[in-house]
């Protein structure tokens, strides 16, 4: 009796029933995602080629990467589509968002629609969709020639161009940072536009003055959630291209994933483990920037 | 406490049997011999009983029963296409068909995502019981150690192998210690598919063993003629590299510390690239992307509704070609067969046992899958709905029996036979299995530089390229 008294007094108590409650979010988390971290760190220190056991040579995965050509290459392709994709990416959902804030009887089925391409698009049947629509016989082609005759044939996936076909497809997928623009845009007080238009200021200036400050917390809050996404993109740059024509779209996870589960020959789990935690440094020390340039230009009440 | 207790009686049961086998001193128990370690020998120590005769079954199993292995799933992986996903589906489901208490998880990857896939099994001891391989890899695999020593099988009879010529059973052997890790599943010859309808309207001809100048002249006649190109030496095999290096008099193109080619040689194969992309004819990288990811229904060969993203040929494997041609029926297009080109042909030219079938050492049942295998390999039935699609099966009783049968379903049949004894005629034998370094040069030296030399303006010479080439593989094995 006094024993069954004190377990139940024990998991009344508030802190431990928070903990019982969140114990499966804690296991997954030390499952999934601490466990293999603290071990890529270790790998990343060692020569292991999946099959054998590791053995531990230093810092020499560390050296090599900094000599390797692919790596820089692979951070440039990256670098290029995370910083030209999503800034064209947040300002493509601010405009739709702009165009679907005004309430009509359609608006809520416009609203899903333009939602869509962001739950679907980092989907393999798009990817492949996506192949086939940029393919030099293609429907963008022929949709294209019908206003540019030139076009008929153009190469997509070339050396210069191929990375652009992989930045339309992620500025399609505009959807979610849509969607929290549209929430923050209901929550501006319509009084400051009531008292704008009394002072005459026109649509323009009072998206300028009033719109656009008071959304830069949220613009702030999309740019640092889409970069880190962006660095991360790896289903496009794997089915779309892999990494053609001469590695001009090889994404830097791409490269990560051929090193670790290469078609042919040794894994190199220990070379790759390296690659993903300098990628770590990497974007931790972007979305740093993007923090301390927050005093800057984010307003904040 | 209870495992050891079982380690400790399964010892004791091969002492036992390994003592009957000594009494009875017969020669067909002598797999003890051959089996250095303790692994092996309990492997075998079920069926070295004396006189191990066939078991009286409807399919050919061997020795093993495979109705007194209880409820078992095998797991069986392997790469390949929709039809050979389908006839090995077929024939796996024949087999529980007679033996109700086997079922199958059946694991067909494409090539580029197979092995990928296995290393990972491999490495949480998931390996399928029967794994598909191919000849480049057997050492690798052996020397990791995730491949069954079936060499006491052959030997005990479990595995018949005696339909199977001796040469291609030595296919399957790792060079290491001489011992069967593999069996062929059927037989291959590199050969070059091409869109027959197209040529005939052309009104040109292609003529077997091809010189490779015959062969530029030809297909730059017909990018002038209908705008169909040619795709060559992109990826990241060395497939094209040996032919060509066979083509010069060398056997094989790796040898253990690096190419069995010189810069100069390698040169002559880099220059030909530069010429075919100056000429038109032959895919530049940028082309190559637009198709780089493709599929057998999805290559320019049979798929593509322009010229400017069709080509007439493809540098394939005979037994491929059922696959291209039933991918190329929806345009209505029939495809020829013939050797690739290269200057010697009949040196260059080899019979190559396709893929191969092995048991890994992370099977639970390796009798039943032994068991297995000998149906996959002898049964009359299995080579019929296997089609012959991974190639003219190894035993040469189950070729000669299934021809009619399989003739009848796939008319591609007849046709690869007779190119494979076109080829027997005009070849040399095999190089030996590539050493365990070459799937990495394959990766990091062969695709890279290939890529330099297509570009549609290449920044490197033909003999920049061979140095590269040369100087990576060997750097490559020396770090291997």
Redesign the interface.
């Known amino acids: 009796m006094e024993k069954k008294k004190s377990l139940r007094h024990f998991m009344g108590q508030e802190k431990v029933a928070g903990y019982v409650f969140s114990l499966p979010f804690i296991i997954g988390f030390a499952l999934f995602l601490m466990i293999p971290m603290v071990l890529s760190l270790y790998y990343s220190f060692c020569k292991y080629d999946?099959?054998?056991a590791p053995t531990f040579v230093g810092l020499r995965n560390y050296v090599n990467i900094f000599q390797d050509e692919?790596f820089w290459k692979a951070l440039k392709v990256t670098c290029y589509y995370a910083l030209i994709g999503t800034p064209l990416k947040v300002i493509f959902a601010l405009i739709i968002a702009l165009i679907l804030c005004r309430d009509t009887k359609a608006t809520g089925l416009y609203r899903a629609t333009y939602y869509l391409p962001s739950i679907i698009g980092g989907s393999v049947a798009i990817a492949i969709l996506w192949?086939r629509m940029f393919?030099?016989?293609g429907i963008i082609n022929a949709f294209l020639s019908l206003f540019f005759p030139g076009m008929s044939?153009f190469?997509w996936?070339?050396?210069s161009s191929?990375i652009w076909v992989l930045i339309i497809l992620t500025v399609w997928q505009f959807g979610s940072s849509m969607l929290i623009f549209l929430s923050a845009l209901k929550q501006i007080n319509k009084e400051l536009y009531e008292a704008a238009m009394v002072d005459g200021a026109n649509k323009w200036k009072q998206f300028w003055r009033i719109t656009l400050p008071l959304l830069t917390p949220t613009i702030f809050f999309n740019l640092v959630q889409q970069t880190i996404n962006s660095f991360l993109a790896f289903t496009q740059s794997k089915?779309?291209?892999?990494g053609?024509?001469?590695?001009s779209t090889l994404f830097y996870t791409l490269y990560v994933y051929?090193k670790a589960?290469?078609?042919?020959?040794?894994?190199q789990m220990g070379y790759a483990s390296a690659l993903a935690w300098i990628m770590l440094i990497i974007v931790s020390t972007v979305t740093a920037l993007l923090f301390l340039s927050r005093n800057k230009w984010v307003y904040e009440d | 406490m209870k495992k050891k207790l079982v380690s400790i009686m399964l010892s004791g049961v091969m002492v036992l049997s390994l003592a009957a086998c000594s009494g009875n001193g017969g020669g067909t128990t002598t797999s003890n011999d051959t089996s250095g370690d303790a692994n092996q020998t309990e492997n075998t120590s079920s069926e070295s009983q004396p006189a191990a005769t066939p078991v009286d079954s409807p399919l050919a199993v061997g020795t093993y029963d495979p109705a007194t292995a209880g409820d078992v799933e095998l797991n069986f992986g392997w790469w390949g296409n929709q039809v050979r996903d389908e006839v090995t589906k077929n024939a796996c489901d024949y087999f529980s068909e007679v033996y109700p208490n086997i079922t199958f998880n059946l694991n067909a990857q494409t090539?580029?995502d197979y092995?990928?896939q296995m290393?990972?099994f491999?490495?949480s001891d998931m390996l399928p019981d029967i794994m598909q391989q191919d000849y480049?890899?057997i050492e690798?695999w052996v020397e990791?150690g995730?491949l069954l020593d079936l060499t006491p099988y052959v030997e005990s009879g479990a595995l018949d192998l005696s339909n199977v010529s001796p040469s291609i059973v030595d296919t399957g052997r790792s060079s290491s210690d001489g011992h069967i890790y593999a069996v062929c599943a059927g037989e291959n010859a590199p050969a070059l598919l091409y869109n027959k309808t197209l040529t005939d309207e052309l009104g040109i001809e292609v003529p077997d063993n091809m010189t490779w100048d015959q062969f530029a002249e030809l297909s730059k006649k017909i990018y002038e003629e209908s705008g169909y190109g040619v795709i060559y030496g992109n990826t990241?095999s060395e497939n094209p590299l040996t032919y060509y290096a066979r083509g010069l008099g060398h056997q094989a193109f790796f040898e253990a510390d690096g190419l069995s080619t010189s810069v100069e040689e390698m040169t002559g194969y880099y220059q030909r690239l530069l010429d075919g992309v100056s000429e038109g004819w032959m895919y530049d990288?940028?082309?190559?992307?637009?198709v780089?990811?493709a599929t057998i229904p999805e290559y320019p060969l049979v798929y593509?509704?322009?010229p400017?993203?069709r080509t007439w040929v493809a540098f394939a494997f005979s037994n491929q070609l059922s696959a291209y041609q039933a991918a190329a029926e929806a345009d209505g297009i029939e495809l020829g067969i013939t050797s690739w080109p290269e200057n010697n042909p009949t040196q260059a030219n080899y019979l190559k046992p396709g893929q191969f079938f092995s048991i890994t050492t992370d099977t639970k049942n390796p009798d039943l899958a032994v068991a297995f295998l000998n149906y996959l390999i002898n049964d009359t039935q299995a080579g019929i709905l296997l089609q012959a699609e991974r190639g003219v099966p190894a035993s040469t009783k189950v070729a000669a029996d299934i021809a009619d049968a399989v003739g009848e379903k796939d008319p591609t049949y007849p046709v690869i036979v007779k190119y494979l004894e076109f080829v027997a005629a005009n070849s040399s034998p095999i190089f030996p299995s590539l050493p365990?370094?070459?799937?990495?040069?394959?990766?990091?030296a062969i695709k890279?530089t290939a890529?330099?030399v297509l570009?549609?303006k290449p920044s490197i010479s033909a003999e920049e390229a061979a140095t590269k080439l040369v100087d990576s593989a060997s750097k490559i094995a020396a770090d291997y």
């Open positions: 999946i099959q054998n692919v192949r393919e030099s016989t044939n190469n996936f070339s050396e191929a089915l779309i291209t892999n053609d024509p001469k590695n051929n589960f290469p078609t042919q020959g040794k894994s | 090539w580029n092995w990928p290393q990972t491999a490495a480049a890899f690798q990791a995730n990241n990288t940028n082309k190559i992307a637009n780089s990811e593509g509704t322009d400017s993203v365990g370094y070459a799937g990495t040069v394959n990766d990091d890279p890529d330099e570009d549609p």
